[in-house]
Each structure stands twice: as structure tokens, then as C-alpha cells.
């Protein structure tokens, strides 16, 4: 005897719906168990993310499947569904194409090794997918609650009014939205172009730091002293900024001392040289010693060094002028610049010797 006699409708409704719910649900663990058993013997990360960004959207799906089957069977489910499919079904397919949307992504950046010590090939990589997945994201947000407002008859006919009635209005909402429009364009020239990519190291603004993360409409500049500088994507497409590592991360840095005249440069570079072969930040790249210039009281000694980045760059000049002001003071203690006067008889005379007399 089938169910519809033996039950009042909306008891019959409510039962087959909850069987269908639960037999969906039970079906839909049992198959990622398996599938998760799989996973863990790959070798592959990749199985991994798939299956755990496909989890949830999966169940929910796979929970209306048997609700649509089942409403064939019972009239009054089928009514109900009628009602909501036309706004729940484009939620989850867009659900469903942004979970594997991100998990390609996400597969994508594991192969993007950043551990080897020219990172650049993998930056560009992670920026591009990064920058391409939040503009995809946007896209199918946009087109889903299109579809959702249209699939309801009253937010239509006021969307055909309004239409009808656009003109002033839409040049209204363009001036006022002409902000975040053009961060959004300047988001998608920033893809394309790549001015920029995480993880590179750059000058804002007077302030030096990484790039932490890229979004459609803002950049955030990590600083070295861990504050957040918040800066408009099309900034990098309107002004001048640094970008330490656009092409690669090496970078060349200088010590400057300020030596007495009468210094002798020879064992100065002599003594350079030695600290920065034994020195592990050292790339062997560069390394000079010039005087690049004559004051009256001193000289500029400049002593150029190269290092595979930035941060090792900063460390090694500390290292080395921390190790060369030692070496002066205990051989060349005279080297240090001093401020000379001249005395009636015409002798030249430095402040210290004024003040010891």
C-alpha cells in the first residue's frame, strides 16, 4: 500500500524528506572515507586539499539530489522544492565551482616550491593564482546573486523599473562606485603585469617592507617593525615605489667610514677583505673599497659588499662595520676623523689635543 494513503500529506512529505536527507548523508561519508583512505596512502598533497574543499559542498549537493528524486514521488515535496530550487540551485553550483576553483589553487601554489633561494619563479606564481582567484571569486559571487534576485518575481519587476528608469541614476552609482571600480581594473592590470608580487621586498610611502598579501581593491605592505600599511592596488600602477626584488633579490650595500686624512687605505682594504671572505652572508659577488670623498677634517672610505637579499644584505653590513670600527680602534685608533683648528703660530691643532692642554 503505497505511503501517501497511509499517511496525511505533510507527514509523508516530512518522512521522505528525512530519509532522503540520511541516506544522502550516510552515502556521502562513506564514499569520502574511502576516498580519504586513498588519499592518505598518495604521495600527492594534492588529493588532500581536493578532497577537503570538496567536503562540504559535495554533501549539500548530494542532499538536494535526493530531495529532487524524491519530489518526483511525493507531489507535495515537489511543490515545496518548486518554490526554492530556482535560488538554491545557483547558490550551490556557484558553491560547488568556487570549492574546486580554490582547490586548484591551492594545488597549484604547492607546486610553486619557495624554499629554493631564488624564490621569484614561484612569487610570480602564487600572485598570479592568488590575484586570478579572487577576481574568478568575484565573478561568480556577481553572477550567483544575479541569478538569485532574478529567480525572484518581485526584486525582477523592480529590476525591469528600474532599467526603464536608469538614466541619472546610473551615472549617479558610476561616479559614486568609480573608486572601487578602478582598484578592481588596476587589481586585474596587476595580474597581468605583475609590478608587484608576495613576498617582494619594497618602499612605500618612506617605509621599507614586504609585500604580505595582494586583494582585488588594497595591497598590505607587511613593515620591517611588523605594522600593516594598507595601500590602494592602483598605487602601484599611478606612482613611483622601490621593488628590491622585481628581477631578482640580490642587492649591493656600502659601510661608510669617515677617516682622518692621513689614513693609510691599504691595510683598511686589506682587513675588508679578509672579514668579508670569512663572512657566511657574503654571496662573493662584490666587494670594494674606495675613498669617494674629500672633506676638510676626513675622507670617505666606502666599502661595497653584495648579499643574496635584502635581509642578509642589512645583517652583513652590521657585521662588517661592527668588525672594522673594532679593527681601527685597536691598529688605527689615529684613523678616526677629528675636527682641526689652527693656533696663532699657524700649527695645526684637533680639538682633543685643545682640550688636553
Same mark, same amino acid.
Given at each position: 500500500?503505497?505511503?501517501?494513503?497511509?499517511?496525511?500529506?505533510?507527514?509523508t512529505a516530512l518522512i521522505?524528506?528525512?530519509? +532522503?536527507?540520511?541516506? #544522502?548523508?550516510?552515502?556521502?561519508?562513506?564514499?569520502?572515507?574511502?576516498?580519504?583512505?586513498?588519499?592518505?596512502?598518495?604521495? !600527492?598533497?594534492?588529493?588532500?586539499?581536493?578532497?577537503?574543499?570538496? !567536503?562540504?559542498?559535495?554533501?549539500?549537493?548530494?542532499?538536494?539530489?535526493?530531495?529532487?528524486?524524491?519530489?518526483?514521488?511525493?507531489?507535495?515535496?515537489?511543490?515545496?522544492?518548486?518554490?526554492? #530550487?530556482? =535560488?538554491?540551485?545557483?547558490?550551490?553550483?556557484?558553491?560547488?565551482?568556487? +570549492?574546486?576553483?580554490?582547490? @586548484?589553487?591551492?594545488?597549484?601554489?604547492? $607546486?610553486?616550491?619557495?624554499?629554493?633561494?631564488?624564490?621569484?619563479?614561484?612569487?610570480?606564481?602564487?600572485? /598570479?593564482?592568488?590575484?586570478?582567484?579572487?577576481?574568478?571569486? =568575484?565573478?561568480?559571487?556577481?553572477?550567483?546573486?544575479?541569478?538569485?534576485?532574478?529567480?525572484?518575481p518581485g526584486v525582477r519587476?523592480?529590476?525591469?523599473? @528600474?532599467?526603464? !528608469?536608469?538614466?541619472? +541614476?546610473?551615472?549617479?552609482?558610476?561616479?559614486?562606485?568609480?573608486?572601487?571600480?578602478?582598484?578592481?581594473?588596476?587589481?586585474?592590470?596587476? #595580474?597581468?603585469?605583475?609590478?608587484?608580487?608576495?613576498?617582494?621586498?619594497?618602499?612605500?610611502?618612506?617605509?621599507?617592507?614586504?609585500?604580505?598579501?595582494?586583494?582585488?581593491t588594497y595591497v598590505v605592505?607587511?613593515?620591517?617593525? %611588523?605594522?600593516?600599511?594598507?595601500?590602494?592596488?592602483?598605487? =602601484? @600602477?599611478?606612482?613611483?615605489?622601490?621593488?628590491?626584488?622585481?628581477?631578482?633579490?640580490?642587492?649591493?650595500?656600502?659601510?661608510?667610514?669617515?677617516?682622518?686624512?692621513?689614513? $693609510?687605505?691599504?691595510?683598511?682594504?686589506?682587513?675588508?677583505? $679578509?672579514?668579508?671572505?670569512?663572512?657566511?652572508?657574503?654571496?662573493?659577488?662584490?666587494?670594494?673599497?674606495?675613498?669617494?670623498?674629500?672633506?676638510?677634517?676626513?675622507? %670617505?672610505?666606502?666599502? @661595497?659588499?653584495?648579499?643574496?637579499?635584502?635581509?642578509?644584505?642589512?645583517?652583513?653590513?652590521?657585521?662588517? $662595520?661592527?668588525?672594522?670600527?673594532?679593527?681601527?680602534? %685597536?691598529?688605527?685608533?689615529? #684613523? =678616526?676623523?677629528?675636527?682641526?683648528?689652527? !693656533?696663532?703660530?699657524?700649527?695645526?691643532?684637533?680639538?682633543?689635543?685643545? /682640550?688636553?692642554?
Open positions: 500500500m503505497p505511503l501517501t494513503i497511509l499517511l496525511p500529506d505533510p507527514l521522505a524528506a528525512a530519509l +532522503a536527507v540520511g541516506i #544522502a548523508l550516510v552515502l556521502h561519508a562513506v564514499v569520502f572515507r574511502i576516498m580519504k583512505r586513498f588519499a592518505e596512502r598518495s604521495d !600527492s598533497e594534492s588529493d588532500g586539499v581536493l578532497l577537503k574543499r570538496l !567536503s562540504s559542498p559535495t554533501r549539500v549537493s548530494l542532499v538536494a539530489l535526493a530531495l529532487v528524486l524524491v519530489a518526483r514521488e511525493v507531489p507535495m515535496l515537489e511543490a515545496v522544492w518548486a518554490k526554492v #530550487a530556482s =535560488f538554491v540551485m545557483p547558490i550551490l553550483v556557484g558553491w560547488m565551482v568556487l +570549492a574546486i576553483l580554490r582547490a @586548484l589553487v591551492e594545488t597549484m601554489k604547492l $607546486r610553486a616550491n619557495t624554499t629554493v633561494e631564488d624564490t621569484l619563479k614561484a612569487r610570480r606564481k602564487r600572485t /598570479k593564482l592568488t590575484m586570478l582567484n579572487r577576481l574568478a571569486t =568575484f565573478i561568480v559571487v556577481f553572477v550567483v546573486v544575479g541569478l538569485v534576485l532574478l529567480s525572484i519587476d523592480i529590476g525591469v523599473t @528600474l532599467v526603464a !528608469s536608469a538614466g541619472l +541614476a546610473g551615472l549617479a552609482v558610476g561616479a559614486a562606485a568609480q573608486p572601487a571600480l578602478k582598484s578592481l581594473i588596476a587589481g586585474i592590470q596587476m #595580474a597581468l603585469t605583475e609590478p608587484i608580487n608576495i613576498d617582494d621586498v619594497v618602499i612605500v610611502e618612506g617605509e621599507w617592507g614586504w609585500i604580505e598579501d595582494i586583494h582585488t605592505v607587511k613593515i620591517w617593525d %611588523e605594522r600593516r600599511l594598507i595601500v590602494p592596488t592602483s598605487y =602601484f @600602477l599611478e606612482k613611483p615605489f622601490q621593488n628590491w626584488t622585481k628581477s631578482t633579490a640580490q642587492l649591493l650595500g656600502a659601510v661608510k667610514l669617515y677617516l682622518d686624512p692621513s689614513t $693609510r687605505i691599504g691595510p683598511i682594504r686589506q682587513e675588508y677583505e $679578509r672579514l668579508i671572505k670569512a663572512n657566511r652572508l657574503w654571496d662573493g659577488r662584490v666587494q670594494v673599497t674606495q675613498v669617494t670623498d674629500t672633506q676638510r677634517d676626513a675622507i %670617505e672610505v666606502r666599502l @661595497l659588499m653584495s648579499a643574496k637579499d635584502s635581509p642578509t644584505l642589512f645583517d652583513l653590513r652590521c657585521e662588517i $662595520r661592527e668588525a672594522i670600527l673594532d679593527w681601527l680602534a %685597536e691598529n688605527q685608533p689615529e #684613523a =678616526f676623523a677629528r675636527t682641526r683648528l689652527a !693656533s696663532p703660530d699657524g700649527i695645526g691643532i684637533t680639538m682633543e689635543d685643545q /682640550k688636553a692642554a
